[in-house]
């Protein structure tokens, strides 16, 4: 099951975007590690401008992000656990040179099995790069928010586009201009949701590593994984 971001700008006028000030990061009830696989070879400038406005915008969420900057193909970063992708806690997104869809409005997919779990997500490079939202946005800022919004995906679940907020299914030009000015932001509701999820997740997987280190295994026969299914339009 996929979960895709429509981008669709009617009317689009010139707008500074105001950075943030700098201010203490919040002491998050929630950690959360994301491995970023740079295989598009975007600009780490833009990487760090993208990282600033993830950081912030799951801030406000009580979500304390670590973003891992895992390289790009044939240069990918050894000594940090990039690969160690873990639900809920580890969660992994690919920035992907080509469309990946056909609509040049769709921007980013994350990948759900049966229940609603998942940590992978793919965000599409070529469509971003050139899209009418430039106009408004910085391309990292741009790329900041489709991270959190495919994030949002594997942390909320089936069901969590939203009628207002990071999480709508279409961005306007009133969420670019919100987006621009910091306040984009996850509903009070899905802050709840997303780490009342993470949470449970946690605990359940605590316990089954637990049981496993004890000699008690799945009916399977291992530790229950969560498992990813190919996307669908």
């Given at each position: 099951m996929s979960r895709k971001i429509l981008l669709l700008t009617a009317v689009?006028?010139?707008?500074?975007?105001?950075?943030?000030?700098?201010?203490?990061?919040?002491?998050?009830?929630v950690s959360l590690t994301v491995s970023v696989f740079n295989d598009a070879e975007i600009p780490i400038s833009v990487l760090r401008t993208?990282?600033?406005?993830?950081?912030a915008v799951f801030d406000e969420a009580g979500?304390?992000?670590?973003?891992?900057?895992?390289?790009?193909?044939?240069?990918?970063?050894?000594?940090?656990?990039?690969?160690?992708?873990?639900?809920?806690?580890?969660?992994?997104?690919?920035?992907?040179?080509?469309?990946?869809?056909?609509?040049?409005?769709?921007?980013?997919?994350?990948?759900?099995d049966h229940r609603g779990q998942g940590n992978y997500a793919s965000v599409y490079m070529?469509?971003?790069?050139?899209s009418k939202a430039l106009?408004?946005?910085?391309?990292?800022?741009?790329?900041?928010?489709?991270?959190?919004?495919?994030?949002?995906?594997?942390l909320l679940g089936k069901n969590s586009h939203s009628p207002e907020g990071v999480m709508r299914p279409v961005w306007q030009f009133e969420d670019l201009k919100k987006a621009a000015r910091g306040t984009l932001l996850f509903t009070?509701?899905?802050?709840?949701r997303m780490q009342a999820r993470y949470l449970s997740a946690s605990l359940q997987r605590s316990?089954?590593?637990?049981?496993?280190?004890?000699?008690?295994?799945?009916?399977?026969?291992?530790?229950s994984m969560v498992g990813l299914i190919p996307p669908s339009e």
């Open positions: 689009l006028g010139s707008l500074l975007g105001q950075a943030t000030a700098a201010r203490p990061r919040r002491v998050g009830a993208a990282r600033v406005r993830a950081e979500i304390a992000l670590t973003w891992l900057d895992c390289g790009t193909p044939g240069h990918r970063v050894a000594d940090i656990d990039c690969p160690a992708i873990t639900y809920p806690t580890h969660l992994s997104v690919r920035l992907a040179k080509g469309r990946g869809h056909r609509s040049e409005d769709i921007f980013g997919v994350s990948f759900l070529t469509p971003l790069a050139s106009g408004v946005l910085s391309e990292g800022e741009l790329l900041g928010y489709v991270i959190v919004h495919e994030l949002g995906h594997l009070s509701s899905q802050v709840e316990t089954a590593v637990s049981r496993a280190n004890n000699g008690y295994l799945s009916p399977s026969g291992s530790p």
